[in-house]
């Protein structure tokens, strides 16, 4: 077994753990910080999916980083959400529906700094890269 299949493994249990217990547990998760579960649909297949992700606050918007690790490709879900922008997120016990950006130069220079600061494992990441790991924006929409 691979490490992606393991860490899907993961990402799944902590799912169901997030949504069965309506964001209780899985919201906030030592040392890693705070949780939120994005819906999205995949691009080609169409499939409605849910994925784990650690955010932060930037004023009413949450930001997201597609890092993957530092693998050299985006992130499956990264790539769904450029193609269907609109979707939602839970946070903790609540819901609420979202439109995607990927920040630009202006919000990334901002914004880097403080996810590294959330969570120092993204600058290991972007280390470990050549692409330019992504930082997308959620807006509350609707």
């Known amino acids: 077994m691979n490490r992606w299949t393991i860490a ?3 990402v799944d249990g902590h799912t169901l ?5 309506h964001g209780l547990v899985g919201w906030w998760v030592p040392p890693i910080g705070r949780m939120l579960l994005r819906d ?23 930001v997201i980083v597609a890092s993957k690790g530092g693998a050299p490709r ?10 269907n922008p609109d979707t939602t997120v ?6 609420r529906r979202v439109r995607a950006h990927v920040a630009d130069a202006d919000e990334r220079s901002r ?6 600061e959330a969570y120092g ?3 290991d990441y972007q280390d470990r890269t050549d692409r330019q790991i992504p930082i997308v924006v959620l807006e509350r929409s609707g």
Do not use: E
């Not at 753990?17 to 217990?21: E, K, N, Q, S």
């Not at 985006?74 to 193609?83: G, K």
């Open 8 to 10: 899907n493994r993961l």
């Open 17 to 21: 753990v997030y949504r069965a217990t």
């Open 40 to 62: 999205h649909v995949g691009a080609r297949t169409g499939k409605h999916r849910t994925t784990p992700l650690l955010y932060i606050d930037d004023g009413d918007n949450l």
């Open 74 to 83: 985006h992130p499956a879900w990264f790539h769904n959400l450029r193609a």
């Open 90 to 95: 839970r946070v903790g016990p609540g819901r």
């Open 111 to 116: 914004l880097w700094p403080k996810v590294v």
């Open 121 to 123: 494992g993204y600058a």
